[in-house]
């Protein structure tokens, strides 16, 4: 598996001279096989990596967390859902109200956005993920729910023995703190995974006055890790308003508090091989 992260900035994005080492666009990574193309959440990142993947014959999964706009913005800037004859997957949360089209359809339609999803020429089929394993090419999915305001998932993509989960806006200390893991929200998802990327959006002084936002701290991202025994942590959704400087030092946090396994903070461009 290839991982490529074309947007690591959370809520909005925030591109500046303040911001160029670790980027200003919002969520998106690629997970890729020989086979196939997983791509998590579309966010303003997303257009980037539309002009890599544009023309590629593998098949093409779009896979969302959740519906909020710093993670659905690049949807309409995608090139390949423009390209005739391609087929897209887009999957996301189920919801008891809507099907998965009507609520994407609240902003690809205007007055918010001028093309409808019935206007992109390749042809897409959305679906709502489901609770059990499915594939894409040589990759497995599997997708639960996680902690975060509306309906949220996690993803865990398998290839040849390797995973990397991916859990971008989780909140997994809200209500104590983390500990067993049959209490613990995300705890099955990253077990043991080779490659956690995990929200560390706040600093402990800035969480005390966002409880319930649905995000962590470096703090939590770093418990969880140790507590599933995640070999990597990538930190990732960071704040708009952090520097590059105050990213540094809360990846230094990481890294120090970290017992066992790495720490690193994703950045635009970085490129992780299984």
């Known amino acids: 598996m290839r991982i490529t992260v074309w947007g690591s900035r ?5 591109a500046g001279a303040e911001t160029v080492r670790y980027g200003g666009n919002t969520a998106c990574v690629s997970v890729e096989s020989d086979d196939a193309i997983c791509i998590l959440d579309a966010g303003s990142g997303l257009r980037r990596a539309g002009l890599v993947f544009a023309g590629d014959t593998r098949p093409t999964h779009v896979l969302l967390t959740h519906l909020h706009m710093d993670h659905i913005q690049g949807l309409g800037f995608f090139r390949p859902l423009f390209e005739p004859g391609r087929t897209i997957h887009v999957w996301g949360p189920p919801s008891t109200t809507q099907d998965l089209r009507t609520r994407l359809t609240r ?4 007055p918010l956005f001028p093309v409808r999803i019935r206007d992109f020429g390749a042809h897409v089929k959305l679906h709502d993920a489901p609770l059990a ?11 639960a ?14 290839s040849g023995g390797r995973s990397i989960a991916y859990l971008p806006d989780h909140e997994p200390a809200l209500g104590g703190s983390i500990g067993h893991p049959a209490w613990t929200s995300g705890h099955d998802l990253a077990a043991s995974a080779d490659v956690l990327i995990h929200d560390g959006q706040y600093t402990a002084e800035e969480y005390a006055q966002r ?11 770093v418990a969880l890790a ?4 995640a070999e990597r942590l990538v930190l990732f959704h960071h704040e708009p308003d952090h520097s590059d400087e105050v990213v540094d030092q809360m990846l230094a946090t990481a890294r120090s508090d970290r017992r066992r396994g790495s720490a690193d903070a994703a950045r635009e ?6």
């Open 145 to 158: 729910a996680v902690i975060h305001p509306g309906p949220t998932l996690g993803y865990r993509i398998t």
């Open 226 to 229: 140790d507590l599933v025994g």
């Open 107 to 110: 902003y690809l339609s205007p």
């Open 269 to 274: 461009g970085m490129m992780i091989e299984l």
């Open 211 to 221: 409880v319930g936002w649905g995000h962590s701290t470096v703090a939590h991202a």
């Open 10 to 14: 959370g809520s909005i994005a925030s």
């Open 133 to 143: 394993p499915w594939l894409a090419g040589g990759l497995e999915i599997r997708a």
